[in-house]
């Protein structure tokens, strides 16, 4: 299990060397995308207009933080469940999305466009909210406002830390649940 | 007849809103901790440790625990002796609500099912009323997540399932949810009434201290059994392998038909934030 800091944007010298189970510290840039979020870009692609932000590179964290409390840049901010943005992940990776940072297992599709484009699936520890907004230093809306929680935000993180789950060569951190060991209890 | 205003419960509820969304429940951060001592594996060890920091971090900074603050879930029992005065009980309870996630910087949740169009302001909130003798007036509050939730499942079985069937049926469901509703999680088990008496049985559950035992002897072993059978899958904090897939299982049981075998499996994140009052 190796260690690193990697700044965005994301080439793919960055995501070649990670292996399932390293620790990656981001700073930079990273845009917060869930749910209605993802469904309001994918219909912004099959109109052809271009996206509020550039993929090229880029980081999708699938967050939906909670307000802001005076003085803080952002309330809590920890990783929603990821599958369910599993149906808009490959698209995304094809046009130049580097990596995904969420919580849970990806779909097989996700996994293999992962590998055809040279992407990673960055895990952030669930229910740390408070814990993870301290790596974040600003945000800003920058589309989709009235989705409220779910709108776009462009975040300044300083060594945000993450688990690679899924590496760009196949490999996979969650275990696989031992079903027979446990139904003879 | 006792009279209670209602802006007492609406104060009242607006508090435990916000104290349940920043401070752990005690139980299961020493759950946290003994887990993370027995644990071998260093990532198990490893999130542990980040969610105990996590813990005391939203204690002082007012932080909510998690971003997702849940959908309001309240168990309310109402005395048949007490009156509220000013608004009915349940416009108190909700106004609470509204008020709490508004003032406490709680993330507002709740949505339109079709547009997604987000309410505002997480409500209404989701509200069981149960009346019972006396003059007290009791709440529970539950900040339910939907990561977790949308790991739950009802089941009918027909009556020759048995238990064994419903034994299959939980393990299966925690290993298929696998590293999604943010493990170790709390497990309540709703078993027997009909569709729904199962599943606000398996929710109510879920309110049941760690560590206390079911009164009765032998729904108490089975539910040490389910927790040890869960145990063994190696899912652990946050799927990342380990002794530590599940800190609980609490079933609840109700009669049911003759021709039905009911069981809800409700599945709660490692955040399980709830608080009671008594008025």
């Given at each position: 299990m190796a260690e690193y800091t990697l700044n965005t944007p994301l080439t793919d010298a960055d995501i070649e060397q990670l292996r399932s189970g390293d620790v990656v510290y981001i700073t930079g840039t990273i845009y917060t995308g869930r749910d209605a979020a993802h469904k309001r870009l994918t219909d912004t692609l099959d109109k052809g207009d271009p996206l509020p932000?550039?993929?090229?590179?880029a980081l999708i964290y699938y967050v939906g933080p909670s307000p802001a409390p005076p003085?803080?840049?952002?309330?809590s901010a920890g990783p929603t469940t990821s599958y369910r943005m599993d149906t808009y992940a490959p698209r995304l990776h094809g046009l130049g999305l580097k990596g995904t940072i969420g919580k849970g297992r990806r779909s097989p599709e996700v996994r293999e466009a992962m590998n055809a484009t040279k992407s990673a699936y960055f895990g952030a520890t669930g229910g740390a909210g408070a814990l993870l907004?301290?790596?974040?230093k600003a945000a800003k809306v920058?589309?989709?406002?009235?989705?409220?929680?779910e709108a776009i935000r462009e975040l300044t993180v300083e060594k945000f830390p993450l688990l690679?789950?899924?590496?760009?060569?196949?490999?996979?951190?969650y275990t696989t649940p031992d079903l027979e060991k446990a139904l003879a209890g | 007849m006792r009279t209670i205003p209602a802006q007492t419960i609406v104060d009242k509820v607006a508090e435990m809103c916000i104290a349940a969304n920043r401070e752990l429940p005690a139980d299961v951060l020493q759950a946290f901790k003994t887990q993370q001592a027995a644990e071998e594996n260093p990532a198990a060890k490893e999130i542990f440790r980040q969610l105990i920091e996590n813990a005391e971090l939203s204690r002082e900074t007012?932080?909510?625990?998690?971003?997702?603050?849940?959908l309001a879930v309240f168990f309310v029992e109402m005395g048949e002796d007490v009156r509220v005065e000013g608004m009915s009980l349940r416009e108190a309870v909700n106004a609470g609500m509204v008020k709490g996630y508004k003032e406490g910087y709680?993330?507002?949740?709740?949505?339109?099912?079709?547009?997604?169009?987000?309410?505002?302001?997480?409500?209404?909130a989701i509200i069981h009323f149960d009346i019972v003798p006396g003059d007290k007036l009791k709440i529970w509050m539950m900040a339910k997540g939907g990561g977790s939730e949308n790991m739950s499942r009802v089941m009918m079985f027909p009556p020759a399932a048995g238990w064994k069937g419903l034994r299959e049926f939980i393990i299966k469901r925690i290993a298929e949810a696998g590293p999604n509703p943010c493990p170790p999680v709390l497990v309540g088990i709703g078993i027997g009434g009909n569709f729904e008496l199962a599943a606000i049985n398996s929710k109510k559950?879920?309110?049941?201290?760690?560590d206390d035992t079911h009164p009765d002897p032998e729904v108490a072993k089975l539910e040490e059994e389910v927790l040890s059978a869960i145990n063994?899958?190696?899912?652990g904090p946050m799927g990342l392998?380990?002794?530590?897939?599940?800190?609980a299982v609490k079933i609840a049981t109700a009669p049911c038909h003759l021709a039905s075998l009911p069981l809800a499996v409700n599945v709660q994140c490692h955040s399980a934030r709830h608080k009671e009052v008594v008025l």
């Open positions: 932000f550039d993929l090229k590179g003085g803080r840049p952002i309330g907004s301290q790596a974040i920058i589309a989709y406002e009235d989705l409220g929680p690679v789950i899924n590496d760009c060569h196949g490999g996979e951190l | 007012g932080l909510p625990l998690c971003q997702d603050c849940g709680l993330r507002k949740s709740s949505c339109d099912p079709f547009t997604r169009k987000n309410t505002g302001d997480n409500g209404p559950a879920l309110l049941r201290d760690i063994k899958l190696n899912i392998g380990g002794k530590t897939t599940c800190l």
